[in-house]
């Protein structure tokens, strides 16, 4: 055991000492400087315990930190410390770092500090992304994130929250959901003449979703885009649907898998990408008669 974690030991026990002088009620109202003292101390036992990467011991002390602060009413006080808690446990103990935000969550709520409240749900997003079978989760984080964005007149934070809601929808073979958000965000940014490039990335992952259930409502659905952004029209994206859906129609494999070749020649295509086409070539090869 290092010297900062004997030091940060030792802090806690001080600190529990100071609160059970008189008890913990009775220092609220007869001698609050010893809870102030507590809270130090736990605060300082944190740190301490996180330059010994003792990352589970660290989250206590700001935890106790915290639950002190919210008794005695110092709501912003508490908020930080879960937070400081929160990124602490975040380090190999998934679950009490998520617990620990929703409880700073929470009072941010409670003081409608919305625009903190919304970070935080992003924040437990993030963590849950990392976990292969955390997506479900994250995707619920990331909505309610957006949501408070939204409420917030944050439209461009909301965005992004919802862009990662329509990936993982996807992958989660929720596209409806996923054509939903990419069309509406497209839309929102073919409104402002510094975002409307981007919707064409947006049109295409939808069309590319489209084409993940119905060669039909895929082509349908280009012709609406082609509408909305006639920019759209003269794209490599626009282009590469298209031909896709001819090789489907002609089920023809083999055109398809040359043709997604020759695109990711000239447009690198990222995993997200990689993993829908790989479907619907799957798709293709197990029901070639599927319209």
Known sequence: MS?????????????????????????????????EDAIECYQRAGNLFKMSKNWAKAGQAFCEAANLHAKAGSRHDAASNYVDASNCYKKNDLEEAVACLLKAIEIYTDMGRFTMAAKHHQSIAEMYEADPNGLERAVQHYEQAADYFKGEESLSSANKCLLKVAQYAAQLEQYDKAIQIYEQVAASSLESSLLKYSAKEYF????????????????????????????????????????????????????????????????????????????????????????
Not at 3 to 16: H, R, S, T, V, W
Request: net charge negative.
């Open 3 to 35: 010297d900062n974690e004997q030091k940060g030991i030792q802090l806690m026990a001080e600190a529990e000492k100071k609160l059970n002088q008189r008890g913990f009620l009775g220092s609220l109202f007869g001698g609050s400087n010893r809870v």
């Open 204 to 291: 295409f992952r939808a069309a590319l979703c489209h084409l993940s259930v119905d060669i039909l409502n895929a082509q349908h659905a280009l012709e609406r885009y082609a509408q909305q952004y006639p920019a759209f029209q003269d794209s490599r994206e626009y282009k590469f649907i298209k031909t896709l859906c001819e090789h489907l129609e002609e089920q023809n494999v083999e055109g398809f898998t040359d043709a997604v070749k020759d695109y990711d020649s000239i447009s690198r295509l990222d995993p997200w990408y990689t993993t829908i086409l790989l479907r619907i070539k799957k798709q293709a090869n197990d029901n070639p008669d599927l319209r």
